[in-house]
């Protein structure tokens, strides 16, 4: 069974800095693109950032030049390192993955981990 473990959430005031981790487990074959996507309260959930397994990355327009996205495919891990946090980017923070499972063909699922919270404090 294939799961997504974030880690790195809290609180910190604005101008400071998280570091998010998701670790992907279980009997994974390949893993594709691996993303980060935010939901504050009353509001949709939204792309943050996006890295492709050969690197190529993809930020929204409010976390330019602030988030950076990366992944180490040997630990099935991908990190977002966010700097400059406004109280506008709190929200609770989900890491999404496209895996092919080991053992069941050629079949590629989407797997989404439980949210970890991050609170920006003015």
């Known amino acids: 069974q294939v799961q997504l473990v974030e880690s790195g959430g809290g609180l910190v005031q604005a101008g400071g800095s998280l570091r998010l981790s998701c670790a992907a487990s279980?009997?994974?074959?390949?893993?594709?693109?691996m993303d980060w996507y935010r939901q504050a309260p009353g509001k949709q959930r939204e792309l943050v950032a996006s890295?492709?397994?050969?690197?190529?990355?993809n930020y929204a327009d409010s976390v330019k030049g602030r988030f950076t996205i990366s992944r180490d495919n040997a630990k099935n891990t991908v990190y977002l390192q966010m700097n400059s946090l406004k109280p506008e980017d709190t929200a609770v923070y989900y890491c999404?993955?496209?895996?092919?499972?080991?053992?069941?063909?050629?079949?590629?699922?989407?797997?989404w981990g439980r949210g970890t919270q991050v609170t920006v404090s003015s």
């Open positions: 890295i492709t397994r050969g690197g190529s990355t």
């Open positions: 279980g009997n994974i074959f390949s893993i594709n693109n």
């Open positions: 999404y993955a496209y895996i092919r499972p080991a053992g069941l063909g050629f079949a590629w699922n989407d797997y």
